[in-house]
């Protein structure tokens, strides 16, 4: 492709430059760059490649440009009509996971859950019940516990709700003794 | 004998005159036409605008205008919005307070965008302008409840306290108790930002029954459903209104409730808010829907039926903000129902899928162009777009002044053609006359910006992603946009030779931004030695750019002219580039 352009280089309206710092020869120049980029980094070469651009496989930071406060403001939210965990709205590396492992007594292989469209012990705890396919009659012999930023265990409706969010690194269903 | 006339108007005649002048654009021109009216203009203006807080340092500004009431400061660059730019830049507010409360007891008014506030910050101003009015916060960060219950206690005779969309370290919902009971004068509460713990309800509510002039209330999350009614029931005045979260279980004593109050709201005119909205309770503001002007539904995750309901209900509406679940159909209706349209801003619900979770595309966007006459400022997320949208876009709207696309995937071609969208974008900056601020996405060659080079005369903030193809599409736009005030770019093949061609052009804009191109190291040393009112500053978290060879990239770049000299106030990982060694360590 050629450009048909007049490329002016005088500075327009400088006191301080009679000329550009660097002579901008770019007739020359540009199918050459197509090819060689010049660059020392491959890294460069790599980003524009279209398939690395897939966002949730790469994460690129700040892309879609959507401000932060926005995001998270739109990712503690009921989302009514999508189906949980799967299409929660923080995905990508930019954001922090709301995913949470959950675990039961007794059960080997861990679920996870996604806390953030939650806002109450009472759907958390249904839903993870179904999760592990613990019939309603059968609730009232399993605690929800769970553990905090500090390592320590605890049982989960003990504290409100929010700082129960705030400090929550797993979750544990156990079988209530007693 | 003319001469003579002219030279003897008295300073107060001129001041008078100069007092209808409130734009700051104007007032800069008034004060370049001669030597005394300088003079005097500085002495009278009361708003001071600092569009970069570096660009000037606060005793400057104090020294040339003696007297202003009002200050609006704006900190981090444009890209600090998407976690571009790291924690710790910079941005500090203190020291312009610092300086203020010592030369301006009387100062009335603080207007901050992007700066860190501090808590100490925040004391020093409620402890020294005795008759301080107006703190607006625009995406500041640093401070908590503690600093705000310092404004509250202290600022007798405050109308506003504006908290947009800033990080506050939520210590306490008590700080609102701070008012004291014989203070009455707020017009305009801004806590949507706050977080959602356990607000001080009876705190709000006496604050609001005692208010009787508040025209602006945005309620955070924390105020559940029920609780809006009563607060609503005692500022029945209110013209802007941003509910807390909308939900609960559906109870017709609460609705109807919800809904009387409304209905007792004559002059509603703006509503926001809606978090965790359910549809069933969005009838209850029906009453006031045709009344409304501006609606932000940027939060409400509800489907397009219920949206285009409510939506058919606005037809004075002149600003909408909503998520992509309006899909294309109810951007028809939008486009169908309000005709006074004149900003659209249509959000991603979705933005890290692989695929389209909504039936949302070009389409809408064509349909709101050809249907709203007035529109003159979108912002749109989509997934696909063509070059003959666009162009039917910009024939059907030319009086667009902002018009930012994003197309989600980066380089996204013409779904149709499968061609770049120079063409289409060239259309919008040929037919757009007045555009001053263009966000472009997809798909795009050197071709697209010597379209903007070429027409783009006025436009004064360029967005740039993922384009280009080499230095030539950088030097068409440094070169041919003549009203360039801000460019940002990230991701594109842009490097040393456009940049250092159009060094001087650098000077007559407030700044450019440039991360992830290809701009050495050796040529930001050149520029910051050789242009003296450059701040050429080089942030890289990889650690020293002289560790690397001279002609490295590097990882992101933020030059903006100023008069203050290079800034002192650095973190480790951002080096300014002047005029002595080509590097300075802060």
Not at chain 2, 104 to 123: A, F, G, H, N, Q
Not at chain 2, 479 to 506: M, Q, T, V, W, Y
Request: glycine residues 6%; aromatic residues 10%; contains cysteine.
């Amino acid at each position: 492709m050629c450009m048909e352009l007049q490329l002016g280089l005088a500075l327009p309206g400088s006191d301080t430059w009679s000329r550009p710092l660097l002579k901008l020869g770019l007739y020359e120049d540009i199918n050459v760059n197509r090819k060689k980029r010049g660059f020392d980094h491959g890294y460069l070469e790599d980003e524009f490649s279209a398939a690395s651009f897939k966002n949730y496989e790469k994460g690129l930071v700040g892309w879609p440009p959507v401000e932060t406060w926005r995001r998270k403001k739109l990712r503690c939210q009921v989302h009514n009509h999508m189906t949980a965990a799967e299409n929660g709205y923080c995905g990508g590396r930019a954001s922090n996971s709301s995913y949470v492992k959950v675990k039961m007594e007794g059960v080997v292989i861990a679920r996870k859950i996604d806390i953030s469209i939650h806002q109450s012990f009472e759907t958390l705890t249904t839903t993870i019940m179904t999760m592990f396919d613990i019939f309603e009659e059968n609730r009232r012999s399993f605690k929800l516990t769970y553990q905090d930023k500090e390592g320590d265990w605890l049982i989960a409706e003990d504290v409100p709700w929010r700082t129960f969010v705030r400090s929550l690194k797993c979750l544990k269903l156990i079988r209530s003794r007693g | 004998m003319l001469k003579k006339m002219a030279f003897s108007f008295p300073d107060e005649v001129l001041e008078h005159v100069f007092s209808f002048i409130q734009s700051d654009k104007d007032r800069n021109a008034v004060s370049m036409v001669c030597k005394s009216w300088y003079e005097i203009e500085r002495w009278c203006r009361r708003k001071v605008f600092v569009g970069n807080c570096y660009a000037v340092s606060p005793r400057m500004v104090i020294r040339r205008f003696p007297e202003f009431r009002s200050i609006e400061l704006k900190g981090k660059p444009h890209f600090a919005d998407f976690n571009l730019v790291p924690d710790g830049w910079g941005g500090y507010v203190f020291p312009w307070i610092a300086e203020m409360a010592g030369a301006y007891p009387w100062l009335e008014e603080i207007r901050l965008k992007r700066m860190v506030v501090t808590d100490e910050s925040l004391e020093l101003i409620a402890k020294s302008f005795k008759n301080f009015k107006v703190l607006v916060l625009s995406s500041c960060e640093g401070f908590s409840t503690d600093g705000l219950a310092a404004i509250a206690a202290s600022c007798k005779n405050l109308k506003e306290l504006d908290l947009r969309d800033c990080e506050v370290d939520d210590l306490s919902a008590h700080w609102l108790s701070h008012f004291p009971e014989t203070y009455t004068s707020l017009v305009s509460l801004n806590i949507s930002c706050l977080g959602s713990d356990e607000a001080s309800f009876s705190a709000l509510e006496r604050l609001v029954r005692r208010c009787t002039n508040l025209k602006t209330l945005r309620l955070n999350r924390a105020v559940p459903l029920d609780k809006i009614a009563n607060i609503l029931r005692h500022a029945p005045q209110l013209v802007e209104f941003g509910t807390g979260t909308y939900t609960a279980d559906v109870r017709p004593d609460v609705y109807s409730d919800l809904a009387g109050v409304f209905s007792s709201c004559k002059e509603l005119k703006s509503l926001s808010g809606f978090w965790d909205v359910i549809p069933d309770y969005l009838p209850a503001i029906y009453p006031v829907c045709s009344k409304l002007t501006s609606l932000n539904l940027s939060y409400a995750t509800i489907q397009s039926p219920d949206l285009i309901k409510l939506v058919s209900h606005c037809p004075n509406l002149q600003r909408l903000l909503v998520l992509d679940y309006i899909e294309d159909s109810g951007l028809e209706v939008l486009a169908s129902s309000c005709k006074d349209l004149q900003e659209l801003r249509v959000f991603p619900s979705d933005p890290f899928g692989a695929e389209p979770n909504v039936s949302l595309t070009e389409q809408g966007l064509v349909a709101v162009s050809l249907g709203c006459p007035k529109l003159q400022s979108v912002l749109y997320f989509c997934r696909r777009m063509s070059n003959e949208a666009l162009v039917t876009i910009a024939r059907s709207r030319p009086n667009f002044t902002r018009f930012r696309l994003c197309i989600i995937e980066p380089k996204t071609a013409d779904y149709l053609t499968l061609e770049p969208l120079d063409v289409g974008f060239g259309a919008i900056v040929q037919y757009c006359k007045d555009l001053r601020r263009l966000s472009l996405s997809g798909l795009l060659t050197d071709r697209v910006f010597e379209y903007i080079g070429t027409y783009a005369k006025k436009l004064e903030m360029l967005s740039v992603a993922f384009a280009g193809d080499s230095d030539l599409g950088l030097h068409h736009v440094l070169s041919g946009c003549e009203s360039l005030r801000k460019l940002e770019i990230r991701d594109c093949p842009f490097g040393d030779k456009a940049l250092l061609a159009n060094a001087a052009k650098l000077e007559t804009m407030r700044s450019l931004w440039m991360s992830s191109c290809a701009v050495s190291f050796a040529a930001c040393k050149l520029l910051g030695q050789k242009m003296p009112r450059l701040n050429v500053e080089v942030i890289d978290e990889r650690g020293p750019p002289d560790s690397r060879p001279e002609n490295c990239p590097v990882d992101k770049l933020y030059i903006y002219r100023s008069i203050a000299g290079p800034r002192f106030d650095m973190p480790p990982f951002v080096w300014t580039m002047d005029e002595d060694s080509g590097l300075r360590l802060s």
